[in-house]
């Protein structure tokens, strides 16, 4: 580990921090509907949209209306999808003449990017058309963020809101997340994007002669739009295969940087809009707490693991870290960074091998992956998660003050205790069960490149990942199969949609609720002790339930490394 | 406390909770308890597994058997926990059983139920019904629960609140209502029955003390769900394990992930939840208040307003004379020997308190009645004036308007001519305007005046004092502390009300309160999502008790009051109501200490249990036994002895309570998560390792 290395993710802390507070304002005043900066310019687009499409804006909507029209707008969208791709040949903007998309591979794609997952079982550059990766991809880039920031809103309003029915209105809230939050950070994005050397055009690939004379077909596209989205709105789906490791998908350090901040800038943001619109900031910053100590611990883990050579690697000679999968340019320390944050937020995007890393670096990407992604969290996605934990720390600990338990002044009873616990079961049930389901079945078997606990690894890390709607792949896995394809749509779709709906359940429940003054036999959840007993609760209930898959993946490997053993190939 | 402690285990406890813990062994009464009956599930499932192979022959069948025994073990210690609860209950029920069945009733036949009527018949004391009126002469024990329509009479109630003394019941009023397995010691009286046969006070009593009727709370059912969730999560972790092993190219035997899955589940918490609950309501009932259920010991935790009547709670039930305050002119000496006159033969308790204060403040000692010659005018509701008439001389206090009045009617020639008197009293129009001024002076600060006269002439005012109750400030400061707010109900004007409020350090006052208004407050509190909890005895506090989240009846108390209420308090004693919350908070205290003891205690299992499981596929994995346990056997027997001794251990915690200190939530929080929480982390780690030593030295595994 170098000081220039700590350094990089000092400033990148800074950056995300400096952010929240004007981003949450500006937030706050769009989902409160308020007058903001871009308002001349796009309150009469939004009133047009809802005239258009026949929405009344002040009509709120129910928990069970909020969460109908969420799914009714998500089916519409995978169907939309799924006949996109299954259609691009025949559609115009296709100047590479790429074929139908397999209905297997149809399938998992739509899903993926409908859940906010972004798997990508496909090849980018080799599988899709321009029109497919636009309107198909990067549209749904844009709406499946909305519509995770439009939960984590219609939760935020459960908290915020006293003996109300409604939660708000999931078209107002949908609108506005993409309108006025992600479209115009994108534009701004892409320019800078575009501006560090990151194609953006319409024209087909370009055929060059390399200095040998042989022909090659470099591959270019709206590239610089599409990545702005995929890092805003935590997608993580790349235009390249490589992602962000790919030099037209991440030309430069300073992209880099901007990429990185630009995955955790809205997550965090969202919490300060937490604590605004409950009416103290302090709670936002003390969720925004818990999530600072499991990322900053997870870096560290991480950059310690990768930066210096253990066991195998030491003896075979290698000095000075891991190098294995990485892009020089970007060096070990922004590499390690980069896999956290992508893997603490839902996004996915890589600009390394995660296969690569060490057995405890590349733990790490797994176990924040595993803990439902709920540090900062994919957008939106992020929060509500959080605030499931939330709702069983309060629940367990708060008892232990001598009252029904309270979280803002809302009491925490056996419907929000049931609701959460569903939101928390379905994320093992999917990533041990298939994983489980995989390592017996011959289709998965037949998955992983390596033998004995990595390869386990990469099995799990994809469930994992499929569940948690990460879509970051640990590589090395041959994932577009029938059976992989099919298995890991299932997981991302439930592990989307069932935390999705119990957590609007919980909103709609606790909307209903009268807010109780706080008092002195309140229990105080804005302090170090509230942080540490959220950290504790992630790491006990969200995590624990993985340590035996985490022993028989990584954690062996790590030992077996150490003891200077390794995995015969095959097999 | 002591007392409790040493009585949680005694040999009369024992023997029947012993039998319990087995019986309790049936599927039907476990399927209650989510983590335990799957604990059930498993156990069975691994005997029958052995029992096969021991047929068949196995390896490892010393180990897997004694895995097997601390499985039934397990079981066996939940449910001797809650067995235990329930028995010190049913001992108290047993005794009030046999009190009921040997009861008779004199049931009037007569038409008139009224002194005239005496022709009655004796019948089962369960053969009553309501409406029916029965006798009740001096020796016997009144039948059934009902309501005193005519005399009075002395009953002694040790039977239901313990207390020896007898206690005085007699018609109307707010003393009507008797309760039956009471005996009254002296006169007679005619109670009409109002309890239909089975639901008596004795019979839901019993049925509360053996927890037959203990239906599971709000926080219950949501600690519940909690559980099982969490039960379900770990059989996921645990189910996927095969599989995870297979790809690894090797098998783990069911024994070990029945182990496994064991020491995860919340099995501490899972045993214990229903010994804390019952244990919760034992505690209240041996604070002599009986809760009709376990969700208003539950909110009585909740309570954020506290509704307190003024007298008798917050103040003495009488007011005492602390000062006289004569009108310009008057020595102070002769109003406090006027007043001392005109009070000893007041036999009020405000009369003696005057004597006391002449006394003390100006060494006037009581003077023999009959010596002076005088006579006691008392007290009437038409002159409401008392005084003393002694030779030629008259002494009167009172009400201050009523003593000006008297006054004016006075021959001014005789005017204080009765005593000799080296003083010129102010002119009478004068001292009445001072006499009102110093009057108003003592209601503003929440006092009552007493004007006093003498021959005519008015001397001054007694300041008559609420006695706030020593003490009752700082339980108040602590109700503070406690995040409670306090709001005091009384009769008397704002301005009283508000002096007392000051000095006792109430939050907030209700003063010239009506019942409609108590029950406004309650709603209004309500509204804003608080819980309210208040005590009363009258018929009319009946609406307001029942809208109360905790609603305390005076034992003393109307049958109505106590109809409406969920708590009886057969003490009588309305300042329990603090207790009463103190101890809803400690059994909402201690669920959540256990579980989170509970949840944390899965750390250190998985350390024990984890290599030694995969030993066989991945010996690498030993890097993971921090603990240095002696053999994979060893580790894992280790994880499921603790898991099993555990709730052995807690059985004393669970019943007693997690003690309860008024610091203010934050604090609390920090000592239990600092006990409970990093407690139950680190605690296992030492005890699993102190029980594999053993296991190794008695050469167990």
Not at chain 1, 86 to 112: E, G, H, I, M, Y
Not at chain 2, 273 to 282: N, P, Q, T, W
Not at chain 2, 309 to 319: A, F
Request: some cysteine.
């Amino acid at each position: 580990m170098t000081l220039n290395g700590w350094m990089q993710i000092a400033l990148y802390g800074a950056l995300v921090l400096a952010l929240v507070k004007p981003l949450g304002l500006y937030m706050t005043r769009v989902f409160n509907g308020e007058r903001t900066l871009l308002s001349p310019l796009l309150a009469p687009v939004e009133r047009g949209l809802y005239r258009a499409s026949g929405i009344d804006s002040a009509q709120e909507q129910t928990w069970l209306g909020y969460a109908g029209a969420m799914i009714v707008f998500n089916l519409l969208g995978f169907v939309l999808l799924y006949a996109l791709l299954r259609l691009q040949a025949v559609l115009p903007l296709n100047p590479a003449d790429q074929a139908a998309v397999a209905p297997d591979l149809a399938f998992n794609t739509a899903t993926s990017f409908v859940t906010n997952t972004n798997w990508q079982s496909y090849g980018g550059e080799t599988t899709l058309s321009y029109l497919s990766q636009m309107l198909g991809l990067t549209h749904q880039n844009f709406v499946s963020a909305a519509s995770g920031i439009a939960v984590a809103v219609a939760l935020i309003r459960g908290f915020s809101r006293a003996s109300s029915r409604t939660l708000g209105s999931f078209w107002v809230d949908l609108t506005r997340a993409t309108l006025y939050v992600l479209l115009p950070a994108c534009m701004v994005l892409t320019l800078v994007l575009v501006s560090q050397g990151m194609p953006q055009t319409l024209r087909p690939s370009v055929e060059a002669i390399t200095l040998e004379g042989a022909r090659q077909t470099i591959a270019v596209g709206p590239v610089a739009s599409q990545v702005a989205i995929k890092m805003l709105g935590t997608n993580g789906g790349g235009f390249f295969n490589a992602n962000a490791a790919h030099p037209f998908e991440n030309p430069t350090a300073l992209s880099n940087l901007l990429q990185m901040v630009a995955i955790f800038a809205i997550g965090a943001a969202l919490t300060n809009v937490f604590g605004r619109m409950v009416g103290d900031e302090r709670q936002g910053w003390a969720i925004l707490a818990a999530m600072g100590v499991l990322f900053v611990a997870g870096v560290a883990v991480t950059y310690w693991a990768e930066a210096n050579a253990h066991g195998v690697l030491a003896q075979l000679g290698l000095t000075g870290g891991n190098m294995e999968g990485k892009e020089v340019r970007f060096g070990i320390a922004a590499s390690a960074l980069f896999a956290v944050i992508t893997t603490a937020a839902s996004c996915g995007a890589v600009n390394a091998m995660h296969d690569s890393f060490t057995a405890l670096g590349g733990l790490v990407p797994l176990l924040n992956m595993q803990l439902g992604e709920v540090i900062v969290g994919g957008v939106g996605a992020g929060l509500y998660g959080m605030l499931v934990f939330v709702v069983v720390a309060i629940f367990v600990a708060g008892l232990m003050v001598g009252r029904t338990p309270e979280y803002l002044g809302k009491k925490i009873e056996a419907r929000e205790v049931k609701m959460a616990m569903l939101g928390i079961l379905c994320l093992p049930l999917m990533m041990l069960g298939f994983t489980a389901l995989a390592t017996v079945l011959p289709a998965g078997l037949a998955g992983p490149a390596n033998a004995g606990p990595h390869g386990f690894s990469e099995i799990l890390y994809a469930y994992s990942s499929a569940a948690a709607n990460n879509g970051s792949a640990f590589g090395g896995l041959t994932a577009n199969t029938p059976f992989y394809n099919a298995t890991l749509a299932v997981a991302m779709l439930v592990g989307r949609f069932f935390v999705k709906i119990p957590v609007l359940a919980i909103a709609g429940s606790l909307a209903r609720k009268p807010t109780l003054p706080a008092s002195a036999g309140t229990f105080p959840t804005h302090g170090g002790l509230f942080v540490g007993l959220l950290v504790g609760v992630v790491l006990i209930i969200g995590g624990l339930t993985f340590f035996p898959s985490l022993a028989l993946g990584p954690l062996v490997e790590h030992f077996a490394g150490a003891a200077g053993q390794t995995f015969a190939a095959g097999g | 406390m002591s007392r409790q402690t040493r009585s949680l285990f005694s040999a009369a406890l024992l023997g029947p909770a012993l039998l319990g813990s087995v019986r309790k062994l049936d599927p039907r009464s476990l399927i209650r308890n989510p983590v335990l009956f799957v604990v059930e599930v498993v156990a069975a499932l691994t005997t029958v597994l052995f029992v096969r192979d021991l047929i068949a022959g196995g390896a490892d069948l010393a180990f897997s058997g004694q895995i097997i025994l601390w499985l039934w073990f397990t079981l066996l210690f939940a449910n001797f926990a809650e067995a235990l609860a329930e028995g010190r209950g049913k001992a108290q029920a047993e005794a009030l059983r046999r009190t009921r069945t040997e009861m008779t009733a004199k049931r009037l036949t007569g038409r008139d139920p009224g002194p005239s009527g005496r022709a009655y018949e004796t019948v089962p004391g369960t053969s009553l019904r309501v409406g029916d009126v029965v006798l009740v002469e001096a020796g016997d024990l009144i039948p059934s629960d009902g309501e005193v329509i005519a005399g009075v009479a002395s009953v002694n109630e040790a039977a239901i609140t313990g207390e020896s003394a007898p206690v005085i019941r007699e018609s109307g009023g707010d003393r009507s209502a008797v309760t039956g397995g009471t005996q009254v010691l002296s006169d007679e009286i005619r109670v009409r029955i109002t309890a239909a046969p089975g639901s008596t006070f004795v019979d839901r009593m019993i049925a509360l003390v053996e927890g037959a009727s203990r239906q599971k709370t709000p926080n219950e059912i949501a600690l519940n769900i909690l559980l099982a969730g969490l039960t379900l999560v770990f059989v996921f972790a645990v189910a996927s394990i095969p599989s995870f092993a297979s790809y690894a190219g090797g098998a783990i035997p069911v024994i070990l992930l029945v182990a496994l899955f064991v020491t995860l589940i919340p099995t501490t918490i899972g045993a214990l939840l229903s010994a804390i609950g019952i244990a919760g309501m034992d505690r209240l009932v041996r604070f002599n208040v009986l809760a009709m259920s376990g969700r208003a010991v539950e909110a009585a935790g909740d309570v954020d307003t506290l509704l307190l009547d003024k007298t008798g709670t917050i103040t003495l039930g009488n007011r005492q004379a602390t000062e006289f305050r004569p009108v310009r002119g008057v020595p102070e000496l002769d109003l406090a020997d006027a007043a001392q006159l005109a009070s000893l033969a007041d036999e009020t308790p405000e009369g003696r308190s005057i004597v006391v204060l002449a006394k003390e403040a100006y060494g006037l000692r009581a003077r023999d009645m009959a010596g002076l010659n005088a006579t006691f005018v008392p007290f009437s509701a038409q002159s409401r004036m008392s005084g003393v008439d002694l030779d030629g001389s008259s002494i009167r206090k009172g009400a201050v308007e009523a003593v000006i009045a008297s006054v004016t009617g006075w021959p001014a020639a005789t005017r204080g001519s009765g005593a000799a008197l080296a003083y010129r009293p102010a002119a009478e129009p004068e001292a009445s305007g001072e006499i009102r001024a110093i009057a108003e002076a003592i209601a503003r600060a929440g006092g009552t005046p007493l004007a006093v006269a003498r021959d005519g002439r008015l001397l001054g005012v007694v300041h008559l004092k609420d006695i706030v109750k020593g003490g009752i400030r700082e339980r108040f400061a602590e109700l503070r502390r406690m995040g409670i707010r306090t709001v005091m109900i009384t009769g008397d004007n704002p301005v009283a009300a508000a002096a007392i409020a000051a000095e006792a350090g109430v939050d907030d006052f209700l003063a010239q309160a009506t019942p409609e208004d108590k029950l406004a407050l309650i709603r209004g509190e309500q509204a804003q999502g608080k819980l309210v909890a208040m005590c009363g005895d009258g018929t009319n506090d009946a609406p307001a008790l029942a809208q109360a989240d905790v609603g305390v009846a005076m034992n003393t108390g109307t049958v109505a009051a106590r109809e409406a209420g969920n708590m009886v308090d057969l003490d009588s004693d309305p300042t329990k109501l603090i207790e009463i919350v103190g101890i809803g908070k400690q059994l909402l205290m201690t669920r959540g200490a256990l579980t989170t003891f509970s949840i944390a205690n899965d750390v250190a299992k998985y350390f024990a249990v984890l290599p030694a499981m995969f030993l066989t596929l991945y010996p690498q994995l030993q890097a993971l036994n921090v603990m240095g346990l002696a053999s994979p056997q060893s580790a894992i027997l280790s994880a499921v002895i603790f898991n099993a001794l555990i709730i052995v251990a807690l059985i004393p915690l669970a019943l007693r309570g997690v003690a309860y200190r008024a610091v203010g939530a934050a604090a609390l929080l920090r000592r239990n998560l600092l006990i409970y929480g990093l407690g139950g982390v680190l605690a296992p780690f030492a005890g699993i390792k102190l029980i594999d030593m053993a296991l190794t030295a008695l050469h167990l595994a």
